[in-house]
């Protein structure tokens, strides 16, 4: 008899569950602790009389000390709740606390004035629609407030946030929690940012100046944003008309024609420089952006690295009996001895060039410098030419004076089609070398820099700016277990349980719906034609650091699947799923810049990133791999989860993660989303309904899904019913 009635006993304990277990341990953790804080310290805990003096913040603090102690006594050995996260931690504790303080804890103000204790001047209020000092309109009504009955508010409370705040595997992948303390409205996110700008000068009108900031994350993979080309020298084609002093054509080959060119973002007209000519490097090189800065004085000089960067030549000869010419551009700056280097006796700050070469290399298909066909180098036919050149020059640092001649140009050697060497003094080679017997060098282009010791230009200018942003967190609406008449407390943990596994559904199907809007709103605004710099700033705060990106296709497996054996089949099956989804996940990765936001973020040593898949179990199995746990690559890690959410059937959808971001209970926003979660006490009311006086235990959860990067591949697998168990259709290839 006595061996039946605990086996009864084991049986009732059983069917409870581990939130039953729960209570229990933590009820007696009470009991033998007595009160953990009082009222008026748990009520300065959440800002509501505020915390006046050391003294109640050391309370505070051994109270909270206390129930973590409480926690961990009353979860140990209880199935499901040995490991609990960091999130669980912390809204356990908060609820716990707020239970010394029901009363000015549910009648807090909670009005869109509370946001001045949590915003600041850069802070964006997201999803707020009260009206300010207007406070919110709870649904319980606290004169219904029994202290009696509320006896187990605490234990209630801290048991139902320990597993209320936390979703299931698949809406804790993309949305961790992080946990909201009641004293605030919401959360905030910052973020740093680095941008790269050119000097502005403001315009007198007071119209808006143009900034043009760019984001230097971003020249990671555009790298026209970050320049090295301020302080280069450039020469400066001027003539007016009648001539002005200023004008400096005299000293550009006249042959060569002009180009307009970019420097330091300003359009510049330029030349090849003259052979022979003598004159000021520092002068001649005067844009009108370095003019607005000053004349260059006696202050500025030349770099010593100074090369030779490119060579004009000029053919002479006639086409259908017309005399004529064409010039050739010859690139020099990587050949050797193009480089000016220090005199080895005089001025030691003189430059000089001797540069030699005999492998100016030309055939009939070389262009003039102006890119069209060069006429006279038809006389070459398949024969190929090797011209020698001498250019001798010097450039004075300080003051600025430069001047390169060049010796007559010399036909080094002609060779065939097939690499023989022709004789030069008759035949064919003879004809080929007098094509070049009036050729000249006419012009040259130099690579050198200004040494900006006195500091004339600034060059790009950084400016780090910090993006806060501030989530709020609504209160939604109850969920109430009905105590049945007659009953007493006893068995309450029934009902905390049923409200535990109603939030718990509410918040894991919050996730799936937040993640398919996310897709939808990415879907709608997301371009892949969008350039780096002209993407939108969408849906999160990562929106500053990487660009929008979203891919959309449709994988037919009827279609796609060639497999031809039943054997292999399941195997291919996965290939073909496998392969698809690993293509698309380094596309966003490459596109998105990814990479390149977090390495900024973590200044250089970004946790590995990860790869988070979504689906249906069905589709999950094609996602398992055999034995080669690298889905994609060494490269990302990946975290693979499902739901039996039908919305999600037959889908595939995937984003970027960090791993530490799974259990941090902090907002991280390389990750893709976070749910916040602010505790609410669980409370027993006794109520009047229709006429009767009716006991609920009622919860009003408060948490939201934040979608902070803008990074969502979406791949819908259909027909694997029709191949995975049938025979494959072949389709035969035909020859045209």
Known sequence: MKSSLFSASRRSAALLGPVHSIVENLQNEKNSRGAVVTSGVAAAGFA???LTDQRTQMELQTAVENLETMIQSAVK?????ANLTVSQEEAAITAGVAAYAIKPYMSRDVSAAALSKFANDNTVVIGHGMATGQSDQRVIDMQAFDEKENKNAMVYS???????????????????????????VGFSMSIRLM????????????????FNRKNVIKAVIDPTILRNDQTKIVPVYRKSNPA??????RYFASDVGTTTVLLDNEPVVTGALAVGKKFSLLGISQTEALL???VQDQTDAIDSSVRLASIYLKIKGTVAGQPTFNVIKFNVEKLPLSDFNAAPQGNTRLLQLNFSTDSLYLTKDHLAVDGAAAPLLNQLGTNTVRLSAQLFGSVLQDKGDTQVTAAPVEVAKVTDDSGNVLDMASGVGLTVATVFAEAEIVGYDLLAYRTNSNRRQRGQLIDTQ?????YTVPLLPPVTALRPVGETETNDSALLSALITTTHGRTSNAAVTALLEARSFLREYTNTKDSINDAPEILGVARYLVTPAYLEEVLDCELNLDSLSTSDRTIDLQNLIQNKLRDMAFRLYVSSGYKAAADALYDGAAPKPCLIIGTDPILARYLTLNGDLRLVGETIDYKLVNTLDNRMTGKILFSFGMEPSFNSGVPNPMHFGNMAWKPELTLMMPMIRNGSNVMELTVQPSFRHITNLPIMGSLDVINIEKVIASKVQVYAKTNP
């Open 48 to 50: 509501l009389e505020g």
């Open 77 to 81: 050995g209880v199935r499901g709740y």
């Open 158 to 184: 801290v048991a139902y946030n320990m597993q209320a705040a936390r979703q299931d595997e698949f809406g804790e992948a993309f949305y961790p929690t992080v946990i909201v303390t009641p004293n605030n």
């Open 195 to 210: 941008y790269v700008y050119d000097e502005v000068r403001r315009d007198l009108s007071g119209s808006l100046n143009k």
């Open 244 to 249: 002005a002093a200023q004008d400096s054509d």
């Open 292 to 294: 607005a800065t000053g």
């Open 466 to 470: 910090y993006m806060n942003y501030l």
